[in-house]
């Protein structure tokens, strides 16, 4: 529950940045928090909750999968598709900056996102997309009836002892961009991340992540489809490890139930509920050591510190 190790290079401790990636657990915790209340079922499919989407390809999709990011849409996030105007997730992206596609057409974020096209079964691959998580975004509004900083401001940021207030951007057509434009100050990141850990009394009187819940989180991913995609295999590298699988829009999930969620230009918050530690930062481009294998060696220390103690 307290800071061990801290460094500022470049800002002041109480500068916000933005999150970019690191967000989208925010949505998974959203939607974890309204299944646990009965409110949603991350086996029924996107259009339960979404009419919209009833005659898209997201139609016949589970939550789960969108949780997963397995979607079998064509929607994967990568330098590949960000180069190619024609791709859906390049269509999604110039709509939410309020851009026109590469027919001059000037869609709007809710239109590119139902355009985003099949590409197999869902339940295949670990296809990695901010459009899963914007889709989350919008079951949550449609569960709770309220925006989405609202929500997230009532059932997170009120709940825990934040030391600033958090910002969420919006697209021109006033969608919360819940995948990644959430700003704060780094602490306040890191004390999301102790919600996932031992700890969680020490920043909230009330318990946001539950036992159930970081188990779902832990277990529930597919190892088989961890690689059949863009990401899996380039973490696989970074970490110089396998993880175990991804879930719930974490990244990785390791054999020891530790988790990583990464973000766009060097953001990361890595956990290890086991060794109750969060390692949290914030970038303006990738590190020339990757974070990512720092941070997994910093909690194998503490475990082997811990291991000692015994």
Avoid: C
Avoid at 204 to 210: A, F, I, P, Q, W
Avoid at 219 to 225: F, I, K, L, V
Avoid at 294 to 309: D, F, G, I, K, T
Wanted: hydrophobic share 40%; net charge negative; no cysteine.
């Amino acid at each position: 529950g307290e800071v061990v190790y801290e460094q500022y290079p470049g800002m002041r401790p109480f500068d916000n940045h933005v999150w970019m990636s690191n967000a989208k657990p925010v949505a998974s915790l959203l939607i974890a928090q309204l299944e646990e209340q009965g409110l949603v079922d991350v086996a029924k499919a996107v259009v339960d909750y979404v009419p919209a989407a009833k005659g898209t390809a997201w139609e016949t999709v589970r939550l789960i999968d969108v949780l997963n990011m397995q979607t079998g849409l064509d929607l994967e996030e990568g330098p590949e598709q960000r180069a190619n105007p024609n791709s859906g997730f390049a269509r999604f992206m110039l709509a939410e900056a309020g851009l026109p596609n590469v027919d001059g057409e000037l869609q709007t974020h809710n239109q590119a996102l139902l355009a985003i096209d099949k590409l197999h079964q869902p339940g295949k691959a670990f296809e990695y997309s901010s459009a899963n998580t914007q889709m989350l975004g919008l079951i949550i509004e449609a569960v709770t009836g309220q925006r989405l900083a609202d929500v997230v401001a009532e059932r997170i940021w009120m709940k825990v002892g934040m030391e600033g207030d958090a910002q969420i951007g919006l697209s021109p057509q006033g969608n919360a961009i819940i995948h990644g434009l959430i700003s704060s100050r780094l602490v306040d990141m890191a004390k999301f991340g102790m919600l996932y850990t031992p700890s969680w009394r020490n920043v909230s009187k009330t318990r946001l992540v539950s036992a159930e819940m970081l188990d779902k989180i832990q277990t529930e991913g597919q190892p088989e489809n961890y690689l059949n995609g863009a990401l899996g295999p380039k973490l696989n590298r970074l970490f110089d490890e396998m993880p175990r699988a991804n879930a719930y829009q974490w990244d990785a999930v390791f054999q020891d139930g530790d988790l990583y969620k990464g973000g766009m230009n060097g953001q990361g918050l890595y956990i290890s509920p086991g060794n109750d530690l969060v390692v949290a930062w914030f970038g303006n481009g990738f590190s020339p050591l990757p974070m990512e294998r720092a941070a997994r060696a910093v909690a194998n220390a503490v475990e082997s510190r811990l291991a000692l103690q015994d």
